[in-house]
């Protein structure tokens, strides 16, 4: 199952705003006349549940919105740049490029989170034009677009989680409750990825998932633990099938192991509600440990089922017993802000900015004035004017001042290298 991948986003970026002056005959002195750029697209990623697998971001990782239009004469505004939505399995959590944050959890079809902002459109010369100054000849370029690495990450949604060690039954018991084909066979390790299938018991559907076996300190990741325990945080009851012949493990210490590694992964696992199912009750063995199981079980207050997947023994009640409990149980679990709550990344407060000395020069950091910078056209004198004007209102200026800039030092701004005078 190709459950996570990391991808890079690329917002459009806004189109450059225009500069043209009006020029028609009998109108000596038209002014200004330049539209405004069109804003660029932006980046989503939205849930759809016609996916199951992120098998669609397995090669290309690299996804760009569309760029927004130059603006036109007669004020005519550039054309909108068209949005991108990236399409993701329901049960998908968006997380930034390191770390363990949860920027957004995709739970329900047609939750979306923004995740990369188009760029506005550069205004056009026609905002410029003041009472000492009539026709100016510049206007704003286009905002580049918000850029970024992301990781997506898929976790099942089941309603059911089927664990156990290695062998232990799960992927025969899904295939005989459900319309699902696991690969089954009688070594461990069978099964490498999670299977789902769904079970009608009377008057209730519901979704199970087979979680491959777990084995000592699959918390940590031994194994492929981090892999497989992912799919079963969000489950409403656990299914947890015990092997009853004692032909691999004792099947009381390996249900104290599987419990122990669920509590130290995720403490919530620890909380979810559970059945026991001492399973290969068709064999001699398991049917002679069969009291001694279920006593040692008791002991600990668990209450198990002794089924066998092969002759269907007990799997009726287990899924009466599934299908009873269900209906009281919350809806699965979501992990950090459901897209209602959580629109866009965390950005840096746009009228923050700092600046810092270094070698040879000074360098100011800021969003907003990087942004101020990224929207000049410094090829153009006075749109260089203009800008002097605005690092003097950001506060700019007077900080560089503070910092001890002279004339002639080299002040570096989002990218641009600029001579101090």
Known sequence: MFDRVKVYVKAGDGGDGSPHLRREMYVPHGGPDGGDGGRGGSVYVEADDQLNTLITYAHKKHFKAGSGGRGLRQRQHGASGEDLVLKVPPGTVVRP?????????????????????????????V??????????????????GEERW?????KLIADVGIVGLPNAGKSTLLSVISAAKPKIAD???????PQLGVVQRDDVDFVVADIPGLIEGAHAGAGLGHEFLRHVERTRLLVHLVDGSGQLSDPLTAYKQIRNELSLYADRLAG???????????LPEAGELWPLVQAEL?????????ISAVTHQGVDQLLDEIARRLPELPPPATFGPSPTDYKVFALEPEDDFRVESEDGGFTV???KVERVIAMTDLRRPEAVDYLQGQ??????????????????DVVHIGGEELVWE
């Open 365 to 367: 950091r800021g969003r």
């Open 187 to 193: 070594y461990p390790f069978t099964t490498l990825e």
């Open 97 to 125: 490029p390191e770390g363990d944050e949860i920027l957004a959890d995709l739970v329900q079809p047609g939750d979306r989170v923004l995740v990369a902002r188009g760029g506005r459109g550069g205004l056009g010369n």
């Open 298 to 306: 008791e002991a600990l207050g668990v209450h198990p089922l002794a």
């Open 272 to 282: 979810v509600p559970e059945i026991v199912a001492v399973t290969k009750q068709d």
């Open 391 to 408: 690092l003097k209102r950001l506060g700019v200026t007077q900080a560089l001042e503070r910092a001890g800039v002279k004339s002639g």
């Open 127 to 144: 905002h410029f034009s003041t009472a000492t100054h009539q026709t100016p000849r510049f206007a704003q370029k286009g905002e580049p």
């Open 150 to 154: 992301i990781r997506l990450e898929l």
